[in-house]
């Protein structure tokens, strides 16, 4: 199996190589040659493994230069007893009759980037074993929130690697902020920076493009990669859990082998719902893919008519980590839907970047709508359904969740498109109490200290409060530095002693 870049299809690279180099030369984004399918044969035989399993079966299809014994490696070390704390790492659970919640957010950090960041860093390292002459790794992230604290939990203590987390000193939540400050690890190191996100994000761009800065690193075999979601080895490994929860449906007697499902996602920067769309190519039975947004709802206008625009107000709502106007992993799609066209992807984002907006043409439209609905819905409508679906089943789901649950009742009413559904949930509740809280009709229980409102939300529901957040309030903290924007490379060359 080879990858191939978005924008130039005479680029031809092994899996090892797509991982390690993270983008493409000229900017496209690394995409497998060819989707590779599977029978339904293949589907039964997963349903009988766990999720360790079938993780391996789904990566040995794409990363086809790992040995067997590198896959047992990176998925025991992911997803082995201890690092999840359900069992079945990713369960399915029933809302009610025909509607099934996927949770995605039983890792480290609580949010569902930990199922792809705790498997990244052992592709990454594998990988870099054999493209990079074993060169030690170095990752730089500049997060908004989630990101960041999933890359510190991923890449802790594993050997060969660093990571280096910056982050806009008034741009995060306290929690947030919390989570990343108190990061155990003696490879991981956290530094505020006085600026915005933007701030941080270029700087830390321009130092791992920094000729000097590399040269620096080279001399003591290091080298820089990146953690973010463009990067094939954080795409793969959700993939999996779309074939793991068909294959949950099937052994808890949901459906039939064959039968089609929906899948519902709440999306920024498309990169989980991209990958639930190749489940879907690979053979997955899935009918219909429900791209949900909130009130930043490009995507919603992109999947009705064709027309992509950028150029419009830009929301900050309950739920920050779907506040994108330019959804990154949109290409790959893009690709794909237009019979592999390399030089339409590149007009597209080339009317992207300077007029803001694309169309695109009928066959890639029809596509489009083939295996994709789109629908949004405010911060009013997404409270509204967080109080509802704690009313009416108990059931308690974080902001970004219920984006997804709205969408998809929305949808039903619509169409009355009664096929069973699993709808991806992302975050869990506590990650966002006070939204939550205000949700379930306690707006007075909203208060400064995030450990406090976690304690009312579990009063109210009796839904205990996730171990790793509980945990943060007990824990030193570790990093306090805030360093100016001008002062970032000389933190990371200090941070890895090669000043
Ligand atoms: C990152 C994130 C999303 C958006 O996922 P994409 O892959 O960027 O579409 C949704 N919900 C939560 C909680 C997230 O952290």
Avoid at 24 to 41: A, D, H, T
Avoid at 42 to 65: P, Q, S, V
Avoid at 239 to 247: A, G, K, L, N, R
Wanted: hydrophobic residues 40%; charged residues 20%; negative net charge.
């Amino acid at each position: 199996m080879y990858y191939t870049s978005t924008r130039d299809k005479s680029v031809k690279v092994t899996a090892a190589q797509a991982i390690t180099n993270g983008i493409s030369k000229e900017g496209g984004l690394y995409v497998p040659c060819e989707i590779p399918c599977v029978s339904r044969e293949f589907i039964k035989h997963l349903a009988e493994l766990d999720y360790i399993g079938r993780a391996k079966e789904i990566l040995a299809l794409y990363l086809t230069d790992f040995t067997e014994q590198e896959l047992d490696d990176c998925v025991h070390g992911a997803y082995k007893a201890g690092k999840f704390t359900a069992k079945e790492v990713a369960p399915t659970v029933a809302l009610e009759n025909g509607v099934n919640i996927l949770e995605l957010w039983h890792g480290p950090t609580c949010a569902f980037k930990d199922m792809a960041l705790q498997l990244l860093p052992y592709l990454l390292t594998t990988s870099a074993k054999k493209t990079a002459d074993g060169k030690q790794i170095v990752i730089l992230v500049a997060t908004s929130g989630d990101t960041g604290k999933a890359a510190l939990e991923g890449f802790k203590d594993v050997e060969n690697t660093n990571v280096l987390v910056f982050y806009p000193n008034d741009g995060v939540s306290a929690m947030q902020k919390l989570q990343m400050c108190t990061q155990e690890g003696a490879n991981v190191a956290v530094c505020a920076i006085n600026g915005n996100f933007d701030d941080a994000q270029t700087s830390v761009k321009e130092i791992f493009t920094s000729e000097q800065v590399k040269a620096k690193l080279a001399e003591k075999n290091m080298m820089f990669s990146s953690a973010n979601s463009i990067n094939w080895g954080r795409l793969v490994p959700q993939i999996v859990y779309y074939f793991s929860t068909y294959c949950d449906l099937l052994n808890q007697g949901k459906i039939s082998l064959g039968d089609k499902i929906n899948i519902v996602v709440p999306t920024g920067n498309f990169g989980n719902i991209l990958a639930a769309y190749y489940a879907k190519e690979m053979g997955v039975p899935i009918k219909k893919l429900l791209c949900a947004s909130n009130a930043n709802n490009v995507l919603t206008e992109f999947i009705d008519s064709g027309f992509y625009n950028k150029d419009r107000e830009f929301f900050t709502t309950i739920s920050p980590s779907m506040d994108i106007l330019v959804s990154s992993n949109l290409e790959r799609l893009l690709f794909h839907l237009s019979g592999d066209n390399d030089s339409f992807v590149k007009d597209c984002m080339e009317g992207l970047f300077e007029d803001g907006c694309y169309t695109v043409n009928r066959s890639v439209y029809e596509k489009l709508k083939g295996s994709f609905e789109g629908g949004c819905c405010d911060d009013a409508a997404t409270k509204e359904t967080i109080g509802d679906i704690y009313r009416r089943f108990h059931y308690l789901c974080d902001t970004h969740t219920a984006v997804a649950v709205r969408v998809f009742y929305n949808y039903l009413e619509k169409t009355g498109d009664t096929t069973p559904t699993v709808i991806a949930s992302t975050a869990s509740p506590y990650k966002f109490s006070p939204a939550v809280l205000e949700a379930v009709g306690s707006k007075e229980a909203v208060c400064e200290d995030g450990f406090v409102m976690m304690e009312r939300l579990q009063e109210i529901t009796g839904e205990p409060i996730p171990a790793p957040l509980a945990a943060i309030q007990n824990k030193p903290v570790r990093f306090e530095k805030v360093a100016e924007r001008s002062e970032m490379t000389d933190v990371v060359l200090d941070l890895l002693g090669i000043k």
